[in-house]
């Protein structure tokens, strides 16, 4: 049963910056492209980054230059460096993936979530 955990969101005040995990388990055999959305009360989920296996990133324009993806593919594990934090960043952040499962289906999966809030 394939899982995705996320960790590291929490309360930081404008200008701080947080680190986001999220760890891929149970029968994979590979991943492909995995991706940050974050989700604000009332508002659509909305892609914040993607990063393919090779490694190439996507960015949303409103965080172009503040945060960074990145991926250890030995750890099946993708990171989101967050800094220049700013009120409207303030979401529930989710993890996705494209995974190639042990029963040779590509799926796509998503964390349970993990709330960032930035105050001003």
């Known amino acids: 049963q394939v899982q995705l955990v996320e960790s590291g969101g929490g309360l930081v005040q404008a200008g701080g910056s947080l680190r986001l995990s999220c760890a891929a388990s149970g029968g994979i055999l590979r991943i492909s492209t995995m991706a940050w959305y974050h989700q604000a009360p009332g508002k659509q989920r909305e892609l914040v980054a993607s990063i393919t296996r090779g490694g190439s990133t996507n960015y949303a324009d409103s965080v172009k230059g503040r945060f960074t993806i990145s991926r250890d593919n030995a750890k099946n594990t993708v990171y989101l460096q967050a800094n220049s934090l700013k009120p409207e960043d303030t979401a529930v952040y989710y993890c996705?993936?494209?995974?190639?499962?042990?029963?040779?289906?590509?799926?796509?999966?998503w964390g349970q979530g993990t709330q960032v809030t930035v105050s001003s």
């Open positions: 996705n993936a494209e995974i190639l499962g042990s029963d040779y289906v590509v799926s796509g999966y």
